[in-house]
């Protein structure tokens, strides 16, 4: 009676009337007494969505219980140095490119590879043009990901290998070709863990409810004794296991 009073107050801002109080009760019954006289008649069984909807339930329990978890500082600043690669500040780049259309040339990475023999003899030659590109020919202060969305994840991560102060390329992107001559670099660096303790502690909790989750299913596994017949087998493999999600 006090749940259904309460639901009803936060969802209409008022206590229910003597009334509607009765109406909450007789459809509370009514639900409680088909459902069990459902489960009486096996109605669940081989019900996708009530299965799913019992494992959503059962999930939500064990995710709640794995917040409970509470790490000491040393464990949150192990998990911080074991995991430095979540909380960098990442690494920049500033460059020039001169870029060779393939589609306004006959070989247009032959041309690129010509022309890389000026630009190495002399750094600073400005005269040698390379095609329009809608992005530029000069890129200050880039990441990585900003780089890849520009012109693809391989030309990126090239670009990125690359040391500054010399003429290189030609480098391929989904374009054409390019030679690029990086002028400055900032390296990666880890954030201090001052300053992302509060993302280190969501990054915890989170490899810990996945770390319980999966731990608690291989214990419900081995309790029900899971285990693959022969024909499950031969269609998926002699190798095959029965594997437990995460999530």
Not at 135 to 144: I, N
Not at 162 to 172: A, D, N, S, T
Not at 180 to 205: G, N, S
Request: proline share 4%; glycine share 6%; net charge negative.
């Amino acid at each position: 009676m006090r749940w259904l009073k309460q639901t009803w107050a936060s969802q209409w801002l008022r206590e229910p009337s003597a009334d509607e109080l009765k109406g909450l009760v007789d459809d509370l019954l009514s639900e409680k007494l088909m459902a069990r006289e459902a489960q009486q008649m096996g109605l669940e069984q081989d019900d996708t969505i009530i299965r799913r909807r019992l494992a959503q339930k059962l999930k939500f329990l064990v995710e709640d219980t794995a917040r409970l978890a509470e790490p000491t500082e040393a464990e949150l600043r192990q998990f911080y140095a074991l995991n430095l690669a979540h909380f960098e500040t990442p690494g920049r780049l500033s460059f020039r490119q001169v870029y060779f259309n393939p589609e306004h040339r006959k070989d247009a990475a032959a041309d690129a590879t010509a022309a890389m023999g000026a630009l190495t003899a002399n750094v600073e030659d400005d005269s040698i043009e390379g095609d329009r590109l809608l992005f530029g020919d000069s890129f200050a202060d880039t990441d990585e990901l900003a780089l890849s969305g520009m012109f693809g994840a391989d030309f990126a991560r090239e670009v990125f290998a690359l040391e500054p102060g010399g003429w290189r390329g030609p480098v391929k992107s989904g374009y054409g070709f390019h030679l690029v001559l990086v002028t400055q670099r900032t390296a990666t660096a880890p954030k201090p863990f001052e300053t992302v303790r509060d993302a280190v502690l969501a990054e915890w909790r989170s490899a810990k409810q996945t770390e319980f989750s999966r731990d608690y299913l291989t214990a419900l596994r081995n309790k029900y004794g899971v285990e693959l017949d022969g024909s499950t087998k031969a269609t998926l493999g002699p190798e095959t296991t029965p594997k437990v999600a995460a999530q």
